[in-house]
């Protein structure tokens, strides 16, 4: 293994570009006789659209067009729809609603696009966004998750009633009800797992550009340029996919917000057919914290059952998701199909029934954020577990390793369907158990109530499913100076997918890292790519680049057996060379490809020194670990001072335990985020966004967080040939439970056992008085 292999601490090559101002990425493109759009909002949740006016607007200079629905309609665009098609509990099809391009006659949100304004430039859009005149009939919203079905509240469609979507189970209701009945104690919880906006430093964007045969271009940031393409081709415009190129360049930020098709990435394509020119629109962070899909927003009440011994028997789940006010393409499948399978954790659970109901809001849509399901599920069982442990009287760690599925059964398959194929729980919970110092704990505590502080100890222990799924294709290319390019549909939006790839490159034909080079995000130069979500891209594309290496050097072989007049079958490679077995005589990896650029391959062979590779994995990686968060309180004020925060994670085999590291800690900033501050509020009255500025919704600083202390246990991944397991949102799902499970354990002596995320200062403090004043009355 070389210097730039993996495993090794490689620092990564993008950087330089980045932190010195050459990233490239969409608002950087401006093309020739571009022009500007803005999209016009709805200030209503829920309105009746009486009628449009855009006199006043086209009759400023600079004005070039307004398109509404009725454009939209006269050109024969189709909406967005969603791919996923559940069945209810009873065997019956869940409402689809399609999710229009613009709004028709009704708008549902605070932010659902009525218009796109086109002008010369910026200031004229602006202007033109003041003079539309849109007659709008309001009417009552509903913006609460769990009243959303109850009687007598707004409907968001007719042929939803009661605001469902669909009503999903999975499970053995049955044979849950029974282990209940018999159950010797239970734990049971209700919990908040409140909405979020993913806020990317990048907000979305598109340009649409046109040229003199017809054939589209949409410049975009996204996660993947090929499902883009397929959605706005064949399925939103009706063309050749050949007829539409999707280009990405760099991304500021995905976190799963970026994946699925926009209204405004169709509208751009849409507004440069009809005016023959570019079309560019940039949205604005009040554009991200209105209509980008917003993450989690679920209600849940969930149970265990469980033995004298404090053995579980059996879990209950029934959570209510919010859908929004259209169904964003994933929406259905977040709460469902993506994160339920991972309920029943890491323990040895015999059986559990899962609902979910799904329902329609006056609220932005709800889809993918970093975890996409997998958090909410880890959230549920480790707070149950923990309330688990309350009501036994054993300690949060007994209370798991009695109940932990131990390293000798894998693979497990767990009672929701879900196949483990690797891991060591008590493991990863035993290193973090002693590097927390649990038994200097309560000196700590003592010492933080001298100044008046409460102090608390919390854990979590985690597992969660990805890098399953679709397959990946690379293709390395060595030119003629002997640098190579990779190839691949995968996306990278932060990550360091241009040295991790490079590295895996490099280490399997002996190069510096610095001659690879990647190439991204365009479908007229990458055949094919499922993009990046679920982190899938190193687990999935890294073998795909592994594999396409291997062709490479194979080709390779046969192309210096003919210069070098000697049989395939007789030709090595290493270190950067081919070598006929037992002789002196070889051909370096860089003469090859120029000989084969200047046309000396033998008959059948391209003139090209490359390889392709595609892996399809088998099933998921599993990565797991436990997070121990020691954190103070101020009872007078509510305020949270994270102290300590220990992570041992089980990723398998690591590629770049640099990157990795940053990873985690990225991860466990938005978890954190989550659990203390973050909240995407809705006024219950009006539909109202209160939180659409960084004034009102809170975001991570850099003083919510300690020195991350990050280890590594790792269990080999047997899904995946290099053994890698995802890592991309690991911490942002072990990280809320583990800070809510330490702040309840500070706030034990008032009698606390629950407060829902986001814990604020000002809902602890208040949680606090009232327990104050209970135990006054008492």
Same mark, same amino acid.
């Given at each position: 293994m070389g210097q730039f292999g993996m495993g090794q601490p490689v620092r990564r090559v993008e950087d330089q570009r980045f932190v010195t101002g050459q990233g490239r990425y969409t608002d950087d493109i401006s093309l020739p006789n571009q022009a500007y759009a803005l999209v016009l909002?709805?200030?209503?949740?829920?309105?009746?659209?009486?009628?449009?006016?855009?006199?006043?607007?086209?009759?400023?200079?600079?004005?070039?067009?307004?398109?509404?629905?009725?454009?939209?309609?006269?050109?024969?665009?189709?909406?967005?729809?969603?791919?996923?098609?559940?069945?209810?509990?009873?065997?019956?099809?869940m409402v689809v609603v399609p999710r229009l391009l613009l709004a028709e006659d009704t708008v549902r949100y605070v932010g659902d696009a009525v218009a796109l304004v086109i002008a010369e430039d910026l200031a004229t859009a602006r202007d033109m966004l003041d003079t539309v005149m849109v007659d709008y009939e309001d009417h009552p919203a509903i913006v609460e998750t769990a009243r959303a079905v109850e009687p007598g509240v707004p409907q968001v469609y007719p042929e939803a009633p009661g605001?469902?979507?669909?009503?999903?189970?999975?499970?053995?209701?049955?044979?849950?009800?029974?282990?209940?009945?018999? +159950?010797?104690? /239970?734990?049971?919880?209700?919990?908040?797992?409140?909405?979020?906006?993913?806020?990317?430093?990048?907000?979305?964007?598109?340009?649409?550009?046109i040229d003199a045969d017809g054939r589209l271009t949409l410049y975009t940031s996204s996660q993947g340029v090929h499902d883009l393409q397929e959605v706005f081709a064949d399925e939103v415009f009706g063309l050749p996919r050949e007829k539409l190129r999707v280009v990405t360049p760099d991304v500021g930020g995905g976190f799963g917000t970026k994946i699925f098709p926009y209204p405004e990435q169709a509208l751009v394509l849409l507004a440069a057919q009809k005016l023959g020119r570019p079309v560019k629109w940039t949205g604005e962070r009040s554009d991200s914290s209105q209509a980008d899909a917003h993450g989690r927003d679920n209600v849940t009440e969930a149970a265990v059952a469980m033995d004298a011994d404090g053995k579980f028997l059996a879990l209950s789940v029934d959570t209510i998701a919010n859908l929004g006010g259209t169904?964003?393409?994933?929406?259905?499948?977040?709460?469902?199909?993506?994160? /339920?399978?991972?309920?029943?954790?890491?323990?040895?659970?015999?059986?559990?029934?899962?609902?979910?109901?799904?329902?329609?809001?006056?609220?932005?849509?709800?889809?993918?954020?970093?975890?996409?399901?997998?958090?909410?599920?880890?959230?549920?069982?480790?707070?149950?577990? =923990?309330?688990?442990?309350?009501?036994?009287?054993?300690?949060? +760690?007994?209370?798991?390793?009695?109940?932990?599925?131990?390293?000798?059964?894998?693979?497990?398959?767990?009672?929701?369907?879900?196949?483990?194929?690797?891991?060591?729980?008590?493991?990863?919970?035993?290193?973090?158990?002693?590097?927390?110092?649990l038994d200097g704990f309560e000196a700590r505590r003592a010492a933080s109530a001298a100044k008046g502080k409460l102090r608390g100890i919390g854990l979590s222990s985690y597992i969660e499913a990805c890098a399953g799924g679709s397959p990946e294709d690379a293709r390395l290319v060595m030119d003629?100076?002997?640098?190579?390019?990779?190839?691949?549909?995968?996306?990278?939006?932060?990550?360091?997918?241009?040295?991790?790839?490079?590295?895996?490159?490099?280490?399997?034909?002996?190069?510096? &890292?610095? =001659?690879?080079?990647?190439?991204?995000?365009?479908?007229?130069?990458?055949?094919?790519?499922?993009?990046?979500?679920?982190?899938?891209?190193?687990?999935?594309?890294?073998? +795909?680049?592994?594999? +396409?290496?291997?062709?490479?050097?194979?080709?390779?072989?046969?192309?210096?057996?003919?210069?070098?007049?000697?049989?395939?079958?007789?030709?090595?490679?290493?270190?950067?060379?081919?070598?006929?077995?037992?002789?002196?005589?070889?051909?370096?990896?860089?003469?090859?490809?120029?000989?084969?650029?200047?046309?000396?391959?033998p008959d059948?062979?391209?003139?090209?020194?490359?390889?392709?590779?595609?892996?399809?994995?088998?099933?998921?990686?599993?990565?797991?670990?436990?997070?121990?968060?020691?954190? =103070?309180?101020?009872p007078d004020t509510g305020g949270v001072t994270l102290e300590r925060y220990i992570v041992v994670d089980d990723f398998g085999a690591v590629v770049n335990p640099l990157m990795l590291a940053g990873q985690v800690h990225g991860g466990i900033a938005q978890g954190a985020g989550q659990a203390l501050i973050e909240e995407a509020a809705y006024?219950? =009255?009006?539909?109202?966004?209160?939180?659409?500025?960084?004034?009102?919704?809170?975001?991570?600083?850099?003083?919510?967080?300690?020195?991350?202390?990050?280890?590594?246990?790792?269990?080999?991944?047997?899904?995946?040939?290099?053994? &890698?397991?995802?890592?991309?949102?690991?911490?942002?799902?072990?990280?809320?439970?583990?800070? &809510?499970?330490?702040?309840?354990?500070?706030?034990?002596?008032?009698?606390?056992?629950?407060?829902?995320?986001?814990?604020?200062?000002?809902?602890?403090?208040?949680a606090i008085q009232a327990a104050q004043v209970k135990a006054a009355a008492e």
């Open positions: 909002r709805s200030p209503y949740a829920h309105a009746t659209i009486k009628g449009i006016d855009a006199t006043d607007a086209l009759a400023l200079p600079g004005a070039l067009a307004v398109l509404t629905a009725a454009d939209v309609k006269a050109a024969g665009l189709k909406p967005l729809m969603t791919p996923i098609k559940l069945k209810n509990r009873d065997g019956s099809p605001n469902i979507c669909f009503d999903w189970g999975s499970g053995q209701p049955e044979a849950v009800e029974a282990a209940f009945a018999k +159950a010797a104690k /239970t734990a049971r919880v209700r919990l908040i797992n409140n909405r979020l906006i993913s806020h990317a430093m990048e907000p979305r964007n598109a340009i649409g550009d169904l964003s393409p994933y929406g259905p499948f977040i709460p469902t199909l993506a994160g /339920t399978m991972m309920l029943t954790g890491v323990y040895a659970i015999p059986c559990a029934s899962v609902r979910v109901r799904g329902v329609f809001t006056h609220t932005a849509p709800v889809d993918a954020y970093r975890g996409a399901g997998r958090p909410e599920a880890a959230y549920v069982i480790e707070r149950l577990v =923990e309330e688990a442990a309350r009501v036994t009287g054993l300690s949060s +760690a007994e209370i798991r390793r009695r109940n932990f599925i131990p390293a000798a059964a894998m693979p497990y398959k767990t009672a929701l369907g879900q196949t483990y194929d690797s891991g060591d729980f008590n493991q990863t919970l035993t290193e973090a158990l002693r590097l927390g110092d003629a100076g002997g640098k190579v390019t990779i190839f691949i549909g995968t996306q990278s939006n932060g990550q360091g997918h241009a040295t991790a790839y490079g590295q895996l490159a490099a280490d399997a034909l002996g190069l510096d &890292i610095a =001659e690879v080079t990647m190439v991204q995000g365009d479908t007229d130069r990458i055949r094919t790519g499922g993009g990046t979500g679920g982190s899938r891209s190193v687990p999935i594309g890294g073998v +795909a680049v592994t594999r +396409a290496a291997e062709a490479l050097i194979e080709k390779g072989k046969r192309l210096a057996a003919h210069l070098l007049e000697a049989a395939t079958a007789d030709v090595e490679f290493a270190e950067g060379r081919f070598t006929i077995v037992g002789t002196d005589r070889s051909v370096g990896l860089t003469e090859v490809a120029a000989k084969a650029k200047a046309g000396q391959v059948g062979e391209t003139p090209e020194l490359d390889g392709d590779g595609r892996f399809k994995p088998p099933a998921a990686t599993f990565p797991n670990g436990t997070h121990i968060v020691e954190l =103070e309180v101020d006024d219950p =009255e009006s539909g109202q966004l209160l939180t659409g500025s960084f004034m009102d919704y809170g975001m991570p600083r850099a003083d919510l967080l300690p020195q991350i202390e990050f280890h590594l246990r790792n269990v080999p991944c047997t899904t995946n040939p290099l053994g &890698i397991k995802g890592a991309g949102e690991a911490g942002a799902i072990g990280a809320p439970p583990a800070v &809510i499970n330490a702040l309840i354990e500070a706030l034990r002596p008032y009698g606390i056992t629950h407060i829902d995320m986001p814990a604020t200062p000002h809902k602890i403090w208040r």
